[in-house]
């Protein structure tokens, strides 16, 4: 009598075996070859921590730079910290989260280096008033007491900083959107500044400012 057989072909060695499936590659191994696959997730969550470190450590650094400004790219990022942390952790992952790992990795490093995915992260009252004590960011802006001059402000409220580090201002109490090109001594009215209203020439205590860079 026939005695059957629960043996496979390990993918590894192609021997026969009893082997166990991967559910992250989906192909079958013997025990040895098995372990020596696990031991590939390792090394590869390795990599991805390594390069994860390293990015973090190049984010701290622009953190230091006055002119470049992070947005929401540090919350991504510590959230992709953490599951890998939880990975670490409960050490039970396969091809499959070591995919999510990297891909979520190179998409956040991918908008790291589009400028045009960067904005302000902290409050934009505190932001301008820093603006205004560093002479190093933008020669002129609004250090000139309030006013209605376009070297001069009046409560100004919300912020865009474009690719080429240009900002918009939303110039409140003065009605009007003004852009202070990047190492210039006075802004541009780009929008309203002829009075509060509703006609197509005016604005109404602007607070939020939004540039189309596409």
Same mark, same amino acid.
């Given at each position: 009598m026939?005695? $059957?057989?629960? /043996?496979?072909?390990?993918?590894?060695? #192609?021997i026969y075996k009893i082997t166990y499936l991967c559910k992250g590659c989906l192909k079958?191994?013997?025990?040895?070859h098995?372990?020596?696959?696990q031991q590939m997730f390792n090394d590869e969550l390795n990599h991805i921590t390594n390069e994860y470190n390293a990015f973090k450590q190049t984010i701290n650094e622009q953190k230091q730079n006055p002119q470049t400004f992070i947005n929401d790219i540090e919350k991504k990022l510590n959230d992709l910290s953490e599951q890998i942390k939880q990975i670490h952790k409960e050490n039970d992952?396969?091809? *499959? &989260?070591?995919?999510?790992?990297?891909?979520?990795?190179?998409? %956040?490093?991918r908008e790291f280096n589009n400028p045009t995915h960067i904005s302000i992260?902290?409050?934009p009252q505190s932001f301008i008033n820093e603006i205004f004590e560093k002479?190093? @960011?933008?020669?002129?802006? !609004?250090?000139? !007491?309030?006013g209605q001059e376009l070297n001069q402000l009046s409560f100004p409220y919300g912020i865009f900083v474009d690719e080429? /580090? #240009? %900002?918009? *201002? $939303?110039?409140y109490a003065n009605h009007r959107i003004i852009e202070w090109k990047y190492n210039t001594k006075k802004g541009k009215i780009i929008a309203?500044?002829? !009075?509060? !209203?509703?006609? *197509?020439?005016?604005? &109404?205590?602007?607070? @939020? @400012?939004i540039i189309d860079q596409q």
């Open positions: 026939a005695i $059957a057989s629960n /043996k496979t072909q390990c993918f590894t060695c #192609n079958e191994f013997c025990l040895p098995l372990n020596e696959h992952f396969n091809e *499959i &989260n070591l995919n999510y790992l990297r891909n979520r990795l190179r998409e %956040i490093t992260q902290q409050n002479p190093n @960011v933008i020669t002129g802006t !609004g250090r000139n !007491g309030k080429k /580090k #240009n %900002i918009f *201002i $939303a110039d309203g500044g002829n !009075g509060q !209203g509703n006609r *197509i020439d005016q604005l &109404n205590e602007p607070k @939020v @400012v």
